[in-house]
Nanobody, 124 residues
Framework: VQLQASGGGLVQPGGSLRLSCALSGDTFTNYGMAWFRQAAGKEREFVAANRWSGRSTYYADSVKGRFTLSSDIAKNTAYLQMDSLQPEDTADYYC??????????????????WGQGTQVTVSS
């Protein structure tokens, strides 16, 4: 299984970005997908996760109401739509996948596959 992340960039506060994570090498619907982020000098933290082929999602409190995790099964791709971005959202963002056990998993140690990081910078 390989994950290919894309979509990062520089955006002004209040702006939006959409990150993509394409899964290859296995059946997309077998996997729960998640996004984590790591800011400079900080530990990696959970952002969002899904289960049940993306039909159910869970978010960190810091992004709830601003970020949306969705899936396009036909494209084997998960998306993280990020709205109302703030400087504190600046980080490298990583997508991750694990065999979908029907539970939300917020620990990065539970994920088997990782995409490369994509940098998000929120600055005026």
């Amino acid at each position: 299984v390989q994950l290919q992340a894309s979509g990062g960039g520089l955006v002004q506060p209040g702006g939006s970005l959409r990150l993509s994570c394409a899964l290859s090498g296995d059946t997309f619907t077998n996997y729960g997908m998640a996004w984590f982020r790591q800011a400079a000098g900080k530990e990696r933290e959970f952002v969002a996760a899904n289960r049940w082929s993306g039909r159910s999602t869970y978010y960190a409190d810091s992004v709830k109401g601003r970020f949306t995790l969705s899936s396009d099964i036909a494209k084997n791709t998960a998306y993280l739509q990020m709205d109302s971005l703030q400087p504190e959202d600046t980080a490298d963002y990583y997508c991750a996948a694990r065999l979908d056990a029907g539970v939300f998993e917020t620990s990065d140690g539970r994920y088997d596959y990782w995409g490369q990081g994509t940098q998000v910078t929120v600055s005026s």
